[in-house]
């Protein structure tokens, strides 16, 4: 019986694409994916996974093929989500849809087709929680805005901010992961990496807008009906640090 | 600064808040875009939604509505905007992505023809001007010329007339300068001018679209003696005959002292009474039920204790237990715990393989409540025996004793007394005809 291995790979989804065609090659499940910079030390003979485009790009060709373009569109956005162990479980999915074809989609009583539908909709409602309560703030030439989201939302809500604010020079800066995405008026636009950003300090005629929609915020409660509980869940408390009308620091 | 707040408190007691109903991507080159789901900005200490910079263009109101903040006889401060100032707010509120659009409403100044002209001046500053292509929800005016309600009508993506009272005579009691008429005729107007509008953009190409995210309207609840069934056969009526797409419910919040008209200021406000009443909105427009099945002559109120889908289900045990791998959408839809959501997935997952239990829980059904009402391949899980109803409603109910006790003092304002704490020591029985025949 073949011994169990764990696969290291780079933590990118082309990464990903190579493990998934070493386990094939190798005929057996691994006992677990990490990607290279996760600390924890394991007792199981690690295999290092070389990123190789070519090789990915095959795979990438072959979900949709085999399988079908839905498995395909759930396996790309399943990982930018945060969840557990996303490795392992995408790629049973995977194994699911070749055995199955394109009804592994449908299968939602499977375990990990559950899991996976689960964490899409935890990705598609915080990336929609995002597009609500995401603020910008007007630094003259631009508009720049931070989030601290748990998946990797940017690249799902980056397409609704180019169209709705495509007069605007903006930028998004997410935190957790750190990178970003910037839009220039007249088109051009893309993701780039930083650890930190710095935003200019606020103009006078900002602070006057930011402090007209803390005024608009605090006044349109009815008094009557104050209900903090329902407010907390509609909008998480999580989301409040990043949003102009909770800031009260230097008011 | 002043102005904002005083038009903001002014506006909030109209509930319409939704940003939906109509999907517009943006134009390159002009600031904005509506998308059909809603995208609800934030979240106000009440709980309610805040998705629109909902103003009034001015509170100084020439009619005289009893319930009203507004009214001409109240003692409140007025103000009013200019069009180049709501223009300037609207904008760059929506470019911070504090907003979806904007929420025009207004008192009547001087004579509804008037307000509409300004409230005209501004949508066309913001739309011709600024270029604005995002939400613009506006009320019409009760009263004005109807060619004045048509031009709004090109320039917003929602237009509402509030109904404001559930019937003629509270109406004529409260509001005298509105009557009945005035308010159904912008309504119908828009219905027409959308119906007409929806022929044009077929046969032509760039033709104006005309409020394009449909009409709706909002009625007080609370403030007069309607009954429950009342209000909820006249939301039925009003989405058959004016093609509506909601139907808001305020509860009344007392703003007025000593008014013979109306309940005191002390009052609380009938919450639970408007949550059954979005419940049961939900029921007529998403789960296809009647209005005469919700309430009918012999209930004309809402059971405060269970909501009406589970109050139906209890009261129709006939159609119950249901097989979830053979029944029909329809009847799934009527199952307390299952919502329109999980009937979806029912319906899809139970095409490629059989359902049980397990499967049920996955695909997100309320089991606590929905098993005592299906089986899966032809077994039950309900704890309890189902022939008895009363047992059911008491399983399923959602709320202890205490809530119920304290919701039923609320309901309608009406005295309900607390109920009475059991002690060692109350006189029984025996000793009550003990103190009568001298013993004790």
Redesign the interface.
Known sequence: MAQGVVYRYDGSFSGFLCCVAQCFFDKALPLGIEPLDEPQATLFPVREIVTEEALADRVARSVPQKISPEVWDMARRGFLTCMEEKEMRLLRFLLLGYKEGG?AA????NSDV?AVNKALLYLKNEA?YH????????YGDF?G?TITPNNTVLPLIAP??C??????NFMIYEKTHQFGFFHRRGGQRGFFQADRIDFPAHTPEEEC?Q???K?????????????????R???PMRYWQN???FQRVGK | MEKLEVLTDAAKYDVACTSSGVDRPAVPGRLGSAVKAGICHSFAADGRCISLLKVLLSNDCAFDCAYCVNRRTADSPRATFTPEELCRLTIEFYRRNYIEGLFLSSAVVKNPDYTCELMLQTLRMLREKEKFWGYVHVKAIPGADPLLTQRLGFYADRMSVNIELPSQKSLSLLAPQKSKEKILKPMGQIRDGIQENAHDLAVYRGAPRFVPAGQSTQMIIGATPESDRQILNLTEGLYKKYSLKRVFFSAYMPVVENSSLLPARSTPPPLLREHRLYQADWLLRFYGFAAGEILDDAHPDFNPLLDPKCNWAVNHMEHFPLEINKAPYEMLLRVPGIGVKSAMRIRSARRYCQLDFEGLKKLGVVLKRARYFITCKGKSISPLPMDNPAVIAGAISERGFAQNAASLQSWQGEAFSAPEQLSLFAPTPVDKVQRLTGQI
């Open positions: 009804r449908r299968l939602a009583v559950d929609h597009v609500e309560f995401l603020r910008f703030a007007d508009l805005a609704h901010f169209e709705r604010f495509n007069t605007e807008f402090a007209l929609w005024r608009y915020y605090d006044t349109a409660a009815v008094e009557g009906r104050i209900n903090p509980k329902l407010r869940g509609n909008m949003m102009t009308e």
